[in-house]
């Protein structure tokens, strides 16, 4: 795909441009999810100090989960678009960003300090060992994503290995968030580490489909690792305005 099309990074781009070329209508599997989001929990679960660099950031708790081996039809469905099976709560987050085009990333909420979340630039010298085991360098023209200690995730480009999920955890967190392109193009290459997730990114992706990806994929934790929904915040700093079209 050429970089102004990141739209068909998923299946529902292509089925919106399939729709456009058959005259079908596009049919969307909404999954309503009725939470009121607090003002005063958002600042206690979430803090954004780099409003520049992460426009929006969402995060769901879920509780008690039972992380385990998925089920074959999300194994096969994984294997179909060429990605190996990790676990139940692993797979839906590649599975739902693979549908709808949002990049997601789940913590386990009890290894976070403080179970929360801070956004910020990471400090010089800051390091941080990835999911693929490597330890990572990070400088302060990188977006980190924090606990209340220490970085547990590179920005858009992947998460730690000690925050990752792992068979004993129990309580979830979820976060989908939108970051600036040109930051996570320049932390991907100063790195030497390109993802799925970076790829997306750096390309772009729809800042209006967070709620959205949240919720399918909370919907499937639910159905397929018995987890229970907790609070869920909404942290939108820099919002969105469409380009006028004269």
């Keep these: 795909l050429t ?24 049919k969307l599997s909404e999954t309503a999810l009725d ?4 003002a005063v929990l958002a600042e206690s679960l979430v803090k954004i100090d780099g409003p520049d660099l992460c ?12 992380v385990g081996p998925s089920p074959q039809w999300l194994v096969d469905r994984l294997e179909a678009i060429g990605e190996r099976s990790i676990n139940n709560v692993a797979d839906i987050t590649n599975y739902v960003m693979h549908e709808l085009g949002q990049p997601m990333h789940a913590f386990d909420l009890d290894k976070l300090a403080g179970n929360r979340i801070v956004v910020r630039r990471a400090r010089p010298g800051e390091t941080l060992t990835t999911l693929d085991e490597v330890e990572r360098k990070l400088d ?34 979820l976060e989908l968030a939108y970051f600036k392109r040109e930051n996570i193009r320049t932390t991907s290459r100063k790195l030497g580490l390109a993802s799925e997730a970076s790829y997306r990114f750096e390309r772009g ?14 919907a499937l934790i639910v159905e397929l690792a ?16 469409p380009n006028n079209v004269i």
């Design 3 to 26: 970089s102004n099309r990141p739209d068909c990074l998923s299946h529902l781009g292509v089925a919106r441009e399939l729709g456009v070329s058959t005259g079908k209508p596009l």
């Design 35 to 38: 939470e009121p989001v607090a």
């Design 55 to 66: 426009h929006r950031f969402t995060a769901r708790i879920i509780r008690n989960v039972k």
């Design 140 to 173: 302060d023209s990188m977006l980190a994503i924090c606990d209340a200690e220490k970085a547990v995730s590179v920005a858009g480009v992947m998460g730690g290995l000690g925050s990752g999920i792992t068979d004993s955890t129990v309580n979830v967190l």
């Design 205 to 218: 992706v729809d800042i209006n489909n967070l709620i959205r990806a949240s919720n399918r994929a909370a």
């Design 226 to 241: 018995g987890g229970e929904l907790g609070e869920f915040v909404d942290v939108y700093p820099t919002p969105w305005t």
